[in-house]
Protein backbone atom coordinates (compact mmCIF):
# COMPACT_ATOMS: atom_id res chain seq x y z
CA UNK A 1 0.00 0.00 0.00
CA UNK A 2 1.15 3.62 -0.57
CA UNK A 3 2.16 5.60 2.42
CA UNK A 4 -0.38 7.99 2.80
CA UNK A 5 1.98 10.84 2.32
CA UNK A 6 3.01 9.58 -1.29
CA UNK A 7 -0.91 8.87 -2.01
CA UNK A 8 -2.46 11.43 -4.12
CA UNK A 9 -5.43 13.35 -2.97
CA UNK A 10 -8.34 10.82 -4.56
CA UNK A 11 -7.03 7.65 -3.14
CA UNK A 12 -6.39 9.19 -0.10
CA UNK A 13 -10.25 10.63 -0.17
CA UNK A 14 -11.22 6.85 -0.68
CA UNK A 15 -8.91 5.64 1.99
CA UNK A 16 -10.83 8.41 4.35
CA UNK A 17 -14.30 7.32 3.09
CA UNK A 18 -13.33 3.50 4.12
CA UNK A 19 -12.42 5.30 7.62
CA UNK A 20 -9.07 5.67 7.54
CA UNK A 21 -8.48 8.50 10.23
CA UNK A 22 -4.70 8.90 8.84
CA UNK A 23 -6.04 9.55 5.37
CA UNK A 24 -8.38 12.95 6.84
CA UNK A 25 -4.85 14.07 8.42
CA UNK A 26 -2.63 13.77 5.79
CA UNK A 27 -5.54 15.46 3.59
CA UNK A 28 -6.07 17.88 5.71
CA UNK A 29 -2.58 19.30 5.94
CA UNK A 30 -1.72 18.78 3.01
CA UNK A 31 -4.85 21.28 1.89
CA UNK A 32 -5.69 23.08 4.91
CA UNK A 33 -3.14 25.99 4.40
CA UNK A 34 -4.53 27.13 0.61
CA UNK A 35 -8.22 27.20 1.33
CA UNK A 36 -7.44 29.20 4.91
CA UNK A 37 -5.51 31.78 2.82
CA UNK A 38 -7.78 31.57 0.29
CA UNK A 39 -10.82 32.62 2.40
CA UNK A 40 -7.94 34.80 4.24
CA UNK A 41 -7.31 36.78 0.89
CA UNK A 42 -10.66 36.68 0.32
CA UNK A 43 -11.89 38.55 3.35
CA UNK A 44 -9.30 39.25 5.28
CA UNK A 45 -10.26 37.75 8.71
CA UNK A 46 -8.41 35.46 10.35
CA UNK A 47 -11.37 33.93 12.06
CA UNK A 48 -14.15 33.53 9.34
CA UNK A 49 -11.00 31.98 7.32
CA UNK A 50 -10.79 29.17 10.32
CA UNK A 51 -14.47 28.80 10.53
CA UNK A 52 -15.20 28.53 6.45
CA UNK A 53 -11.93 25.84 6.65
CA UNK A 54 -13.15 23.29 9.09
CA UNK A 55 -16.81 23.46 7.12
CA UNK A 56 -15.43 22.97 4.29
CA UNK A 57 -13.71 19.68 5.59
CA UNK A 58 -16.75 19.16 7.50
CA UNK A 59 -18.69 19.09 4.16
CA UNK A 60 -15.76 16.69 3.19
CA UNK A 61 -16.01 14.20 5.97
CA UNK A 62 -20.41 13.73 5.37
CA UNK A 63 -20.68 14.15 2.03
CA UNK A 64 -17.69 13.29 -0.01
CA UNK A 65 -19.75 11.57 -1.83
CA UNK A 66 -20.38 14.65 -3.79
CA UNK A 67 -16.62 15.61 -5.22
CA UNK A 68 -16.94 13.64 -8.56
CA UNK A 69 -13.26 13.38 -10.38
CA UNK A 70 -14.48 14.08 -13.97
CA UNK A 71 -15.44 17.92 -13.09
CA UNK A 72 -12.18 18.46 -11.60
CA UNK A 73 -9.26 17.99 -9.00
CA UNK A 74 -10.37 17.24 -5.41
CA UNK A 75 -8.44 20.68 -4.69
CA UNK A 76 -10.52 22.47 -6.79
CA UNK A 77 -13.70 21.21 -5.11
CA UNK A 78 -12.30 22.15 -1.57
CA UNK A 79 -11.76 25.71 -2.80
CA UNK A 80 -14.89 26.08 -4.92
CA UNK A 81 -16.77 24.26 -1.36
CA UNK A 82 -14.79 27.11 0.62
CA UNK A 83 -15.65 29.99 -2.24
CA UNK A 84 -19.50 29.01 -1.65
CA UNK A 85 -19.25 29.19 1.87
CA UNK A 86 -17.29 32.19 2.20
CA UNK A 87 -19.99 34.14 -0.34
CA UNK A 88 -23.08 32.72 1.42
CA UNK A 89 -21.32 33.61 5.59
CA UNK A 90 -20.66 37.20 3.71
CA UNK A 91 -23.82 37.65 2.53
CA UNK A 92 -25.35 36.34 5.70
CA UNK A 93 -23.43 38.21 7.63
CA UNK A 94 -22.50 41.41 5.61
CA UNK A 95 -19.21 41.69 6.61
CA UNK A 96 -17.75 43.28 3.45
CA UNK A 97 -16.44 46.90 4.81
CA UNK A 98 -15.18 48.00 1.29
CA UNK A 99 -12.33 50.31 1.63
CA UNK A 100 -12.74 53.89 0.69
CA UNK A 101 -11.40 54.85 -3.19
CA UNK A 102 -9.41 57.59 -1.70
CA UNK A 103 -7.45 55.44 0.88
CA UNK A 104 -6.17 52.95 -1.30
CA UNK A 105 -4.92 56.48 -3.78
CA UNK A 106 -4.02 58.14 -0.63
CA UNK A 107 -1.07 55.28 0.18
CA UNK A 108 -0.32 54.04 -3.18
CA UNK A 109 2.12 51.13 -3.54
CA UNK A 110 4.03 52.57 -6.52
CA UNK A 111 4.17 55.17 -8.96
CA UNK A 112 4.47 54.05 -12.56
CA UNK A 113 6.27 57.17 -13.73
CA UNK A 114 9.57 55.86 -11.59
CA UNK A 115 11.62 53.08 -12.48
CA UNK A 116 11.59 51.11 -9.67
CA UNK A 117 8.77 52.19 -8.18
CA UNK A 118 8.43 50.00 -4.82
CA UNK A 119 11.67 52.29 -4.01
CA UNK A 120 9.25 54.71 -2.92
CA UNK A 121 7.85 53.06 -0.15
CA UNK A 122 8.67 50.76 2.78
CA UNK A 123 8.32 46.81 1.89
CA UNK A 124 5.79 46.55 4.38
CA UNK A 125 3.75 49.69 3.34
CA UNK A 126 3.74 48.26 0.15
CA UNK A 127 2.57 45.17 0.59
CA UNK A 128 -0.16 46.13 3.25
CA UNK A 129 -1.46 48.49 0.43
CA UNK A 130 -1.21 45.55 -1.90
CA UNK A 131 -3.30 43.66 0.36
CA UNK A 132 -6.03 46.33 0.61
CA UNK A 133 -6.21 46.81 -2.67
CA UNK A 134 -6.64 43.45 -3.48
CA UNK A 135 -9.63 43.37 -0.44
CA UNK A 136 -11.57 46.06 -2.45
CA UNK A 137 -11.51 44.97 -5.56
CA UNK A 138 -15.03 43.73 -6.66
CA UNK A 139 -15.66 39.74 -5.66
CA UNK A 140 -15.57 38.22 -8.97
CA UNK A 141 -12.09 40.02 -9.96
CA UNK A 142 -10.74 39.60 -6.21
CA UNK A 143 -11.42 35.79 -6.65
CA UNK A 144 -9.63 35.45 -9.40
CA UNK A 145 -6.39 37.71 -8.23
CA UNK A 146 -6.49 35.63 -5.37
CA UNK A 147 -6.31 32.22 -7.18
CA UNK A 148 -4.31 32.67 -9.86
CA UNK A 149 -1.93 35.53 -8.88
CA UNK A 150 -1.58 34.66 -4.87
CA UNK A 151 -2.45 30.84 -4.73
CA UNK A 152 -0.72 30.53 -8.09
CA UNK A 153 -3.39 27.94 -9.39
CA UNK A 154 -3.42 27.30 -13.24
CA UNK A 155 -6.25 29.07 -15.30
CA UNK A 156 -8.35 25.54 -15.71
CA UNK A 157 -8.29 24.55 -12.03
CA UNK A 158 -9.52 28.58 -11.47
CA UNK A 159 -11.86 27.90 -13.87
CA UNK A 160 -13.23 24.66 -12.09
CA UNK A 161 -13.47 26.43 -8.49
CA UNK A 162 -15.31 29.33 -10.09
CA UNK A 163 -17.17 27.07 -12.28
CA UNK A 164 -16.96 29.45 -15.42
CA UNK A 165 -15.05 29.11 -18.48
CA UNK A 166 -11.29 29.34 -18.73
CA UNK A 167 -11.63 32.60 -20.99
CA UNK A 168 -13.56 33.98 -18.21
CA UNK A 169 -10.55 33.79 -15.56
CA UNK A 170 -8.45 35.08 -18.11
CA UNK A 171 -10.25 38.60 -19.09
CA UNK A 172 -11.71 38.71 -15.35
CA UNK A 173 -7.94 37.98 -14.31
CA UNK A 174 -6.97 40.76 -16.87
CA UNK A 175 -9.66 42.94 -15.70
CA UNK A 176 -8.60 42.62 -12.11
CA UNK A 177 -5.06 43.24 -12.25
CA UNK A 178 -5.69 46.43 -14.66
CA UNK A 179 -7.67 47.70 -11.53
CA UNK A 180 -5.31 46.68 -8.69
CA UNK A 181 -2.83 49.12 -10.87
CA UNK A 182 -5.21 51.46 -10.98
CA UNK A 183 -5.73 51.92 -7.52
CA UNK A 184 -2.41 51.11 -6.55
CA UNK A 185 -1.42 54.48 -8.54
CA UNK A 186 -2.17 57.59 -7.00
CA UNK A 187 -4.40 59.94 -8.38
CA UNK A 188 -2.41 62.24 -10.42
CA UNK A 189 -2.65 64.48 -13.09
CA UNK A 190 -1.17 62.33 -15.57
CA UNK A 191 -4.17 61.03 -16.41
CA UNK A 192 -4.22 63.66 -19.11
CA UNK A 193 -0.91 62.47 -20.21
CA UNK A 194 -2.09 58.44 -20.09
CA UNK A 195 -4.70 59.50 -22.28
CA UNK A 196 -2.75 61.56 -24.71
CA UNK A 197 -0.85 58.35 -24.55
CA UNK A 198 -3.14 55.98 -25.29
CA UNK A 199 -4.13 58.02 -28.52
CA UNK A 200 -0.59 58.02 -29.63
CA UNK A 201 -0.63 53.91 -29.39
CA UNK A 202 0.84 52.78 -32.46
CA UNK A 203 -1.07 50.44 -34.14
CA UNK A 204 1.09 48.62 -36.68
CA UNK B 1 3.29 43.06 -32.72
CA UNK B 2 0.65 45.89 -32.35
CA UNK B 3 -0.66 47.59 -29.08
CA UNK B 4 -3.39 45.96 -29.17
CA UNK B 5 -2.05 42.16 -29.44
CA UNK B 6 0.28 42.97 -26.43
CA UNK B 7 -2.63 44.03 -24.28
CA UNK B 8 -4.14 41.25 -24.70
CA UNK B 9 -0.87 38.84 -23.52
CA UNK B 10 0.30 41.82 -21.27
CA UNK B 11 -0.62 39.67 -18.05
CA UNK B 12 0.47 36.12 -18.98
CA UNK B 13 4.16 37.91 -20.10
CA UNK B 14 4.52 39.77 -16.53
CA UNK B 15 3.20 36.35 -14.81
CA UNK B 16 5.97 34.66 -16.87
CA UNK B 17 3.27 31.83 -18.40
CA UNK B 18 3.60 29.85 -20.59
CA UNK B 19 3.15 31.08 -23.81
CA UNK B 20 4.66 30.59 -27.58
CA UNK B 21 8.10 31.68 -28.02
CA UNK B 22 8.07 33.57 -31.00
CA UNK B 23 4.69 35.25 -29.32
CA UNK B 24 6.70 36.09 -26.86
CA UNK B 25 9.83 37.62 -28.20
CA UNK B 26 7.77 39.75 -30.22
CA UNK B 27 6.16 41.00 -27.65
CA UNK B 28 8.97 42.07 -25.64
CA UNK B 29 10.70 43.79 -29.18
CA UNK B 30 7.45 45.57 -28.86
CA UNK B 31 7.74 46.70 -25.41
CA UNK B 32 11.40 48.18 -26.38
CA UNK B 33 10.05 50.07 -28.85
CA UNK B 34 6.15 51.52 -28.11
CA UNK B 35 6.90 53.57 -24.93
CA UNK B 36 3.21 53.21 -23.71
CA UNK B 37 3.47 49.38 -23.70
CA UNK B 38 6.83 49.65 -22.17
CA UNK B 39 5.43 51.37 -18.93
CA UNK B 40 2.25 49.02 -18.91
CA UNK B 41 4.70 46.00 -18.89
CA UNK B 42 6.30 47.06 -15.98
CA UNK B 43 3.42 47.96 -14.36
CA UNK B 44 2.25 44.56 -14.85
CA UNK B 45 5.37 43.37 -13.86
CA UNK B 46 5.80 45.23 -10.64
CA UNK B 47 2.18 44.37 -9.82
CA UNK B 48 2.84 40.64 -10.53
CA UNK B 49 6.22 40.95 -7.99
CA UNK B 50 4.03 42.54 -5.22
CA UNK B 51 1.44 39.70 -5.26
CA UNK B 52 4.22 37.53 -4.81
CA UNK B 53 5.56 38.66 -1.77
CA UNK B 54 2.34 39.20 -0.54
CA UNK B 55 1.80 35.54 -1.40
CA UNK B 56 4.93 34.59 0.37
CA UNK B 57 4.29 36.32 3.25
CA UNK B 58 1.44 34.50 3.71
CA UNK B 59 2.41 31.62 3.11
CA UNK B 60 2.76 30.87 6.67
CA UNK B 61 -0.27 31.44 7.45
CA UNK B 62 -2.15 28.29 8.76
CA UNK B 63 -4.95 27.02 10.74
CA UNK B 64 -4.82 26.16 14.63
CA UNK B 65 -4.42 22.84 15.55
CA UNK B 66 -7.55 22.61 17.46
CA UNK B 67 -9.47 22.68 13.81
CA UNK B 68 -7.80 19.67 13.08
CA UNK B 69 -8.32 18.22 16.44
CA UNK B 70 -12.15 18.85 16.23
CA UNK B 71 -12.37 17.72 12.84
CA UNK B 72 -11.03 14.15 13.83
CA UNK B 73 -13.62 14.30 16.38
CA UNK B 74 -15.98 14.57 13.64
CA UNK B 75 -14.84 12.11 12.28
CA UNK B 76 -14.79 9.82 14.59
CA UNK B 77 -18.14 10.30 15.51
CA UNK B 78 -19.36 8.58 12.34
CA UNK B 79 -18.88 5.32 11.10
CA UNK B 80 -17.11 4.84 7.61
CA UNK B 81 -18.84 5.44 4.71
CA UNK B 82 -22.04 6.49 6.57
CA UNK B 83 -23.52 9.95 5.22
CA UNK B 84 -25.34 11.15 7.67
CA UNK B 85 -27.52 14.41 7.59
CA UNK B 86 -26.04 17.36 9.19
CA UNK B 87 -28.32 18.31 12.33
CA UNK B 88 -27.41 22.24 11.80
CA UNK B 89 -29.76 22.02 8.52
CA UNK B 90 -26.19 22.33 6.50
CA UNK B 91 -26.57 21.85 3.20
CA UNK B 92 -23.73 20.26 1.00
CA UNK B 93 -22.11 22.72 -1.28
CA UNK B 94 -20.50 21.33 -4.28
CA UNK B 95 -17.37 22.82 -6.09
CA UNK B 96 -17.82 24.99 -9.00
CA UNK B 97 -21.60 24.78 -8.60
CA UNK B 98 -22.24 28.62 -8.91
CA UNK B 99 -22.93 30.73 -5.15
CA UNK B 100 -24.96 28.55 -3.23
CA UNK B 101 -27.09 27.65 -5.87
CA UNK B 102 -28.42 24.61 -4.47
CA UNK B 103 -30.36 25.87 -1.45
CA UNK B 104 -31.59 28.76 -3.66
CA UNK B 105 -33.38 25.82 -6.03
CA UNK B 106 -34.66 24.26 -2.66
CA UNK B 107 -36.32 27.92 -1.92
CA UNK B 108 -37.14 28.56 -5.76
CA UNK B 109 -38.78 25.12 -5.47
CA UNK B 110 -40.51 25.57 -2.35
CA UNK B 111 -41.65 29.45 -3.51
CA UNK B 112 -43.10 27.94 -6.94
CA UNK B 113 -45.13 24.86 -5.00
CA UNK B 114 -46.65 27.70 -2.88
CA UNK B 115 -47.70 29.61 -5.82
CA UNK B 116 -49.06 27.10 -7.16
CA UNK B 117 -51.04 26.12 -4.55
CA UNK B 118 -52.68 29.66 -4.27
CA UNK B 119 -53.55 29.66 -8.05
CA UNK B 120 -54.74 26.27 -7.70
CA UNK B 121 -56.85 27.85 -4.31
CA UNK B 122 -57.67 30.28 -6.85
CA UNK B 123 -58.39 28.47 -9.24
CA UNK B 124 -61.40 26.36 -7.76
CA UNK B 125 -62.49 29.12 -6.21
CA UNK B 126 -63.30 31.11 -9.28
CA UNK B 127 -64.60 28.03 -10.88
CA UNK B 128 -67.75 27.50 -7.87
CA UNK B 129 -68.17 31.18 -7.42
CA UNK B 130 -68.83 30.76 -11.40
CA UNK B 131 -70.67 27.69 -10.84
CA UNK B 132 -72.86 29.64 -8.69
CA UNK B 133 -73.77 32.39 -10.53
CA UNK B 134 -74.67 30.61 -13.68
CA UNK B 135 -77.21 28.55 -12.06
CA UNK B 136 -78.97 32.02 -10.83
CA UNK B 137 -77.28 34.07 -14.40
CA UNK B 138 -80.59 33.76 -16.42
CA UNK B 139 -82.74 35.73 -13.85
CA UNK B 140 -80.15 37.97 -13.59
CA UNK B 141 -79.65 38.66 -17.27
CA UNK B 142 -83.38 38.20 -18.45
CA UNK B 143 -84.08 41.75 -17.00
CA UNK B 144 -87.61 40.97 -15.78
CA UNK B 145 -87.57 39.57 -12.26
CA UNK B 146 -90.81 38.83 -11.84
CA UNK B 147 -92.41 40.70 -8.68
CA UNK B 148 -94.70 39.72 -6.29
CA UNK B 149 -97.70 41.67 -7.86
CA UNK B 150 -96.77 40.23 -11.35
CA UNK B 151 -96.63 36.05 -10.18
CA UNK B 152 -99.81 36.68 -7.92
CA UNK B 153 -101.38 38.08 -10.79
CA UNK B 154 -100.21 35.36 -12.72
CA UNK B 155 -101.36 32.86 -10.31
CA UNK B 156 -104.54 34.50 -10.28
CA UNK B 157 -104.81 34.58 -14.15
CA UNK B 158 -103.77 30.94 -14.34
CA UNK B 159 -106.56 29.28 -12.36
CA UNK B 160 -104.50 27.18 -9.84
CA UNK B 161 -105.79 23.53 -10.05
CA UNK B 162 -106.64 23.46 -6.36
CA UNK B 163 -106.92 25.91 -3.24
CA UNK B 164 -104.31 24.50 -1.42
CA UNK B 165 -102.02 25.03 -4.12
CA UNK B 166 -103.00 28.43 -4.98
CA UNK B 167 -102.63 29.35 -0.93
CA UNK B 168 -99.08 27.75 -1.22
CA UNK B 169 -98.09 30.25 -3.62
CA UNK B 170 -99.89 33.11 -2.16
CA UNK B 171 -98.61 32.64 1.15
CA UNK B 172 -94.84 32.73 0.38
CA UNK B 173 -93.37 35.87 2.00
CA UNK B 174 -91.68 38.29 -0.07
CA UNK B 175 -90.39 35.24 -2.32
CA UNK B 176 -88.77 37.42 -4.83
CA UNK B 177 -86.38 39.06 -1.97
CA UNK B 178 -84.51 35.78 -2.62
CA UNK B 179 -81.45 36.63 -4.42
CA UNK B 180 -80.33 34.58 -7.40
CA UNK B 181 -77.81 32.99 -5.36
CA UNK B 182 -79.57 32.01 -2.55
CA UNK B 183 -81.87 30.45 -4.81
CA UNK B 184 -78.83 28.74 -6.00
CA UNK B 185 -78.00 27.77 -2.25
CA UNK B 186 -81.44 26.76 -1.59
CA UNK B 187 -81.70 24.39 -5.20
CA UNK B 188 -78.31 22.79 -4.39
CA UNK B 189 -79.77 22.27 -0.49
CA UNK B 190 -82.50 20.63 -2.25
CA UNK B 191 -80.40 18.22 -4.27
CA UNK B 192 -78.53 17.03 -1.70
CA UNK B 193 -82.09 16.45 0.61
CA UNK B 194 -82.41 12.76 0.06
CA UNK B 195 -85.94 12.79 1.79
CA UNK B 196 -86.89 15.39 -0.92
CA UNK B 197 -85.84 13.47 -3.51
CA UNK B 198 -87.27 10.59 -2.26
CA UNK B 199 -91.00 12.01 -2.86
CA UNK B 200 -90.77 12.05 -6.43
CA UNK B 201 -93.48 9.19 -6.57
CA UNK B 202 -95.89 10.94 -8.82
CA UNK B 203 -94.02 11.69 -12.00
CA UNK B 204 -94.15 9.58 -14.73
CA UNK B 205 -91.62 7.81 -16.20
CA UNK B 206 -91.87 9.94 -18.60
CA UNK B 207 -91.14 13.35 -16.98
CA UNK B 208 -88.51 15.12 -16.17
CA UNK B 209 -88.51 16.56 -12.91
CA UNK B 210 -85.99 18.55 -10.55
CA UNK B 211 -85.78 18.29 -7.42
CA UNK B 212 -87.52 19.40 -5.20
CA UNK B 213 -87.28 22.38 -4.03
CA UNK B 214 -87.86 23.64 -0.04
CA UNK B 215 -90.39 26.90 0.20
CA UNK B 216 -88.77 29.58 2.32
CA UNK B 217 -91.29 29.28 4.95
CA UNK B 218 -91.36 25.81 4.86
CA UNK B 219 -89.34 22.94 6.55
CA UNK B 220 -87.98 20.32 4.34
CA UNK B 221 -87.58 17.84 7.47
CA UNK B 222 -91.16 18.11 7.97
CA UNK B 223 -92.07 15.97 5.13
CA UNK B 224 -91.61 13.48 7.53
CA UNK B 225 -94.98 14.11 9.20
CA UNK B 226 -97.17 13.02 6.01
CA UNK B 227 -98.58 15.38 2.93
CA UNK B 228 -99.58 15.30 -0.21
CA UNK B 229 -97.86 15.99 -3.65
CA UNK B 230 -100.14 18.24 -6.02
CA UNK B 231 -100.04 19.04 -9.04
CA UNK B 232 -100.29 22.34 -10.61
CA UNK B 233 -98.99 24.79 -13.72
CA UNK B 234 -97.38 28.19 -13.56
CA UNK B 235 -95.94 30.33 -15.47
CA UNK B 236 -92.36 29.49 -16.43
CA UNK B 237 -91.24 32.96 -14.90
CA UNK B 238 -92.19 31.59 -11.31
CA UNK B 239 -89.28 29.20 -11.87
CA UNK B 240 -86.67 31.97 -11.11
CA UNK B 241 -87.44 32.71 -7.90
CA UNK B 242 -86.63 29.19 -7.32
CA UNK B 243 -83.24 30.03 -8.61
CA UNK B 244 -84.35 27.71 -11.74
CA UNK B 245 -83.14 29.10 -15.13
CA UNK B 246 -85.67 30.66 -17.82
CA UNK B 247 -85.23 30.73 -21.37
CA UNK B 248 -86.14 34.34 -21.90
CA UNK B 249 -88.33 33.29 -25.31
CA UNK B 250 -90.39 31.22 -23.62
CA UNK B 251 -91.14 33.22 -20.42
CA UNK B 252 -94.91 33.20 -20.61
CA UNK B 253 -95.14 29.58 -21.01
CA UNK B 254 -96.60 27.92 -18.80
CA UNK B 255 -94.88 24.84 -17.00
CA UNK B 256 -96.37 22.02 -14.76
CA UNK B 257 -95.09 21.59 -11.04
CA UNK B 258 -95.32 19.25 -8.08
CA UNK B 259 -96.20 21.38 -4.83
CA UNK B 260 -95.88 19.25 -1.63
CA UNK B 261 -98.29 20.36 0.42
CA UNK B 262 -97.66 19.40 4.61
CA UNK B 263 -100.31 17.57 6.44
CA UNK B 264 -100.77 21.91 7.88
CA UNK B 265 -102.19 22.56 4.82
CA UNK B 266 -98.54 24.73 4.16
CA UNK B 267 -96.68 24.08 1.14
CA UNK B 268 -93.07 22.55 1.93
CA UNK B 269 -91.51 21.92 -1.42
CA UNK B 270 -91.66 22.29 -5.18
CA UNK B 271 -90.24 21.15 -7.94
CA UNK B 272 -91.01 22.03 -11.84
CA UNK B 273 -92.04 19.16 -14.58
CA UNK B 274 -91.15 19.03 -17.82
Known sequence: ?204 | MNCQSFEIIVNDLARDQIMDATVREQALLHSTSCETCAVRFRDEQTLTHGLRELAVLMQAETTPESIEASLVAEFRSRRPGQRASSPNGFLPIAAGGGESRGSYWVYAGVAAALVVGVVIALGVTAVRFRNATAVSEPVESSGKTPSPDNVANHTDSAAPVTATVRGSVENQENPVEHTPRRNAKRLRVAKNTVTVQSLNIMAPDLEVTTDFIPIAFGNASNVQEGGQVVRLELPRYAMARFGVPVNEERYDERVKADVWVGADGFARAIRFVQ
Do not use: W
Open chain 1, 1 to 204: MIPHTDANDTELLQRMLAGDEEALTTLYRRRQGGIYRFVMQMCGSRVLAEDVTQEVFIVLIRDAQTFDPARGSLNSFLVGVARNLLLQRLRRERFYAPLEEDEAEQTPIYNSANVEPLEDLSRTEAIASLRAAVSALPTRYREVVVLCDLQEISYVEAAEVLGCAVGTVRSRLHRGRALLIEKLRPARKEQATSAAAKSTRCFA
